[in-house]
C-alpha cells in the first residue's frame, strides 16, 4: 500500500462534447483555471487537452497549449503538468474502400502527435499503446510509431505516462521497456471502461497490476458511473487514481458536476475515508522521480 495517494484531474479531454454539459472547460483560461482548482482540490497532477475556443472542438495547437501551461505555472510552480499525445490516432475507414480514410480520421505522422512535447517540455505526457476498436472506429498506435512518439519525449527530457487499455497494450510496454525503447519500471495508467477495452471491474484490475514490473508506479481510472468505484478499488490494491471531466461528467447519478475540483475532491474525500493519505505536488514529483519545480 503506498503512504500516500496521487490524485491526477483530467480536465477536458478529447470526447466530451459541449452539448453534454455547460460546465466543460473549453478556452485556455478556463482549462488553466480548472487545473489550479482542481489542485487547490487535493490534484497533485493534471492531464490536458486542449480545444478551438471558439468551437470547443478538439485541437492540437501548440500555442493553446503553450498558454494553458504558462498559466498553470505562473498560478502553482509545483504542479504536475502532464499534457496529451493521444490525439492524431483515429482512423474511419471510407465505406466504399476501407483502405480510403473517412471524414473523421485524425492519423498524423507520429512526430506531429508530440510536437508540443518537445517544444512545452511538460512534466510528463501521456502515450497510448492501444490498438483497438474505439467506438465505430479504429485507433491505431502500431509499435513502430510508438517508438517514433518515445523517441521524442525521451530527447526532451520529459517523463512518459503509459496508457494502457487492454492486456496487450501492457506487453508490447514490456517489450519497449527491454529493447530500451522505455525506462522501466515505468509510469503506467490503466484505463477502465472504454467499449472494446478493459471492463470495469476488480478483477481486471488485479490482474493487470500483475504484469507489471516490480516497482512500477501505476494509477488507473473509470470511465462514466465506474469513475468512483475505480478510486476506491486502485487504492485498495496500492494503486493512484485519476478522476475529471474527460473521463465522467457527473458528481453522482443525474447530477453533473460543476467543476473538475468537485470531482477531484469527492475522489479525495473516499480516499481518506478509506484511511488513505493525499500526496501533495511535491511528494508526488518525489513518488515519480521527477525534477523539483523550476523556479
Known sequence: MNPKTLITCAVTGNLVKP??????PITPVQIADECLAAAEAGAAQVHIHVRHPETGKPSMEVELYREV???IRRGNRELIINLTTGPGGRFIPSEEDPKIAAPGTTLLPP???VEHIALIKPDVC?????TMNSGPDVVMNTPKNVRRMAKV??????????????SGDINLALD????GTLDGPAMWTFVLGVKYGFAPTPETL????????????WSAFGIGRMEFPIVAQAWLLGGHVRVGMEDNIYLEKGVLAESNAQLVAKARDILLSLGGEIANPREARTMLGLPEARG
Open 111 to 113: 512526430e506531429k502527435r
Open 153 to 166: 519525449i525521451r530527447e526532451a527530457g520529459v517523463k512518459p505516462e503509459l496508457e494502457i487499455f487492454d
Open 19 to 24: 452539448e453534454q454539459t455547460p460546465h466543460l
Open 176 to 179: 519497449l521497456i527491454a529493447d
Open 206 to 217: 488485479l490482474y493487470a497490476r500483475n504484469m507489471l514490473p516490480y516497482g512500477a508506479f
Open 126 to 130: 501521456s502515450l497510448d499503446l492501444n
Open 69 to 71: 501551461v504558462d498559466r
